[in-house]
């Protein structure tokens, strides 16, 4: 007696309703894999090495990015708020080219100085530790006290404002006045090599 032929059981995907070995050349191969994977992965060994690498690179970067918080959250709590490393780092300002330079405590200072025997001209420093436009303020000075004024670099580099003439006698009342941000409490003078307040 003959063998009845056996019909060809024929695997048929749910996805794309095809034979599960024409998936590849349906509509949505891509929607297909998950399945193919996991009911036909003879069909499409590829399928399954592709989806082991995936696996692979998904749980490398789980762990770096595990490591990664991990590594955040140990410096955070290892570093309390209010630590003296906060802190510091507040103090300390970087600047372009790595160079660490403390930060200025605020305050503005007015010194008289006699240059070319009775020519006297008044220096303001620290305008700029306020958040003042040295090049604004050098114009407003010498527009107010009708003289010459202007931003040069002093001995240390650092910018500065002379005003030709002595201005000293009403200048705080101006800086006051036009800048509220300086207040009279952070002006000096320096007299005789001194500092003295203003206030
Ligand atoms: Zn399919």
Redesign the pocket.
């Known amino acids: 007696m003959a063998e009845k032929p056996q019909p060809v059981k024929v695997l048929y995907?749910?996805?794309?309703?095809?034979p599960?070995e024409?998936?590849?050349f349906?509509p949505?191969?891509e929607?297909?894999k998950p399945?193919?994977i996991s009911n036909a992965p003879d069909l499409y060994p590829h399928l399954l090495k592709e989806a082991n690498e995936k696996e692979g690179e998904k749980v490398s970067e789980q762990l770096q990015s595990v490591g990664i918080s991990s590594a955040a959250e140990g410096a955070a709590s290892s570093a309390p708020p209010g630590s003296t490393v906060s802190s510091k780092q507040e103090d300390v300002k970087r600047l372009p080219g790595g160079k660490i330079k403390k930060k200025e405590k605020q305050e503005v200072v007015i010194e008289k100085v006699v240059r070319n025997r009775r020519k006297c001209i008044t220096i303001v420093k620290g305008l700029d530790l306020f958040g003042i436009k040295l090049s604004d303020a050098s114009k407003k000075l010498g527009k107010k006290f009708a003289t010459g004024a202007s931003v040069v670099k002093g001995p240390t580099d650092k910018e500065q404002i002379d005003v030709q003439g002595d201005i000293s006698y009403d200048i705080v009342e101006y800086i006051t006045e036009t800048w509220p941000a300086v207040p009279e409490t952070a002006i000096f003078f320096i007299e005789d090599g001194k500092k003295v307040p203003a206030a």
Do not use: V
Not at 13 to 18: A, D, E, R, Y
């Open positions: 995907c749910p996805i794309c309703s095809l599960a024409y998936c590849e349906g949505d191969f929607k297909c399945w193919l």
